[in-house]
């Protein structure tokens, strides 16, 4: 079984460019979340979806960060234009919640390890 | 802000050594989970434990929850070294919510 795939795996850019990351759920899962982990901050949720619907992008740190999940098996994740405090590792996550189940594992990608000079 | 506070920061045991790892949170949940995370990789779950349960067991790991003192614990018993990782303990108020992570305990175990 493929988990989630995430691409790049490293990405080095400059300050004001424009930074795209990708993000393939596992096939079948209707929730997928974007994480940010930093040492300063630790792990810390951007914006999650639920059947392709955002449903809280509470964590996106400002107007230069925008997601979206254009159909079930891929999201993105964009920077535009990024700055050096955007370097951190982003984790994109996915999840099946069935219906009247209150459980669900999140199972996260490899990360992004993104840095901006 | 964080929910979960992990306890202690970082462990360092011998190989066949129990490990036990603390995680307090502030509000009311649904789920608790702990991941672990190898040095430069992403997350893996480890195990689920539901707010109406109060122990679970999966192999080497054993998780306790006590929704009174809003804390839980993880205990790993004949420790590996290739249970050298970070452990995360992480809170949801509801299925398909986000989950809400602690700082995270470095374990170290040495052969």
């Known amino acids: 079984d493929a988990g989630v795939i995430q691409s790049p795996r490293h990405e080095v850019t400059e300050m004001g460019q424009e930074v795209t990351l990708r993000c393939k759920p596992i096939?079948?899962?209707?929730?997928l979340f974007w994480y940010r982990q930093t040492m300063m901050r630790g792990l810390e949720l951007l914006i999650y979806?639920?059947?392709?619907?955002?449903?809280?992008d509470s964590g996106m740190p400002e107007d230069r960060f925008s997601a979206k999940m254009p159909n079930a098996s891929f999201s993105t994740l964009k920077i535009q234009p990024s700055e050096p405090r955007d370097s951190a590792v982003y984790f994109c996550?996915?999840?099946?919640?069935?219906?009247?189940?209150?459980?669900?594992?999140?199972?996260f990608g490899p990360g992004t390890r993104l840095t901006v000079l | 802000s964080q929910q979960g506070e992990e306890d202690p920061q970082a462990l360092s045991i011998q190989e066949g050594e129990n490990a036990t790892m603390n995680c307090s949170y502030k509000?009311?949940?649904?789920?608790l989970q702990w991941y672990r995370q190898n040095s430069g990789r992403g997350l893996v779950h480890l195990i689920l434990i539901r707010s109406n349960e109060r122990e679970k067991h999966s192999g080497r790991l054993r998780v306790t929850l006590d929704t009174s003192k809003k804390s839980s614990s993880l205990l790993i018993t004949a420790s590996r070294a290739a249970d050298t990782a970070s452990y995360f303990c992480a809170t949801d108020a509801q299925a398909g919510t986000a989950l809400i992570f602690g700082k995270g305990t470095t374990l170290s175990v040495s052969s």
């Open positions: 996550a996915s999840s099946l919640v069935a219906s009247g189940d209150n459980t669900d594992t999140q199972y």
């Open positions: 096939s079948g899962h209707n929730s």
């Open positions: 979806f639920n059947n392709n619907v955002p449903i809280d």
């Open positions: 509000t009311s949940i649904n789920n």
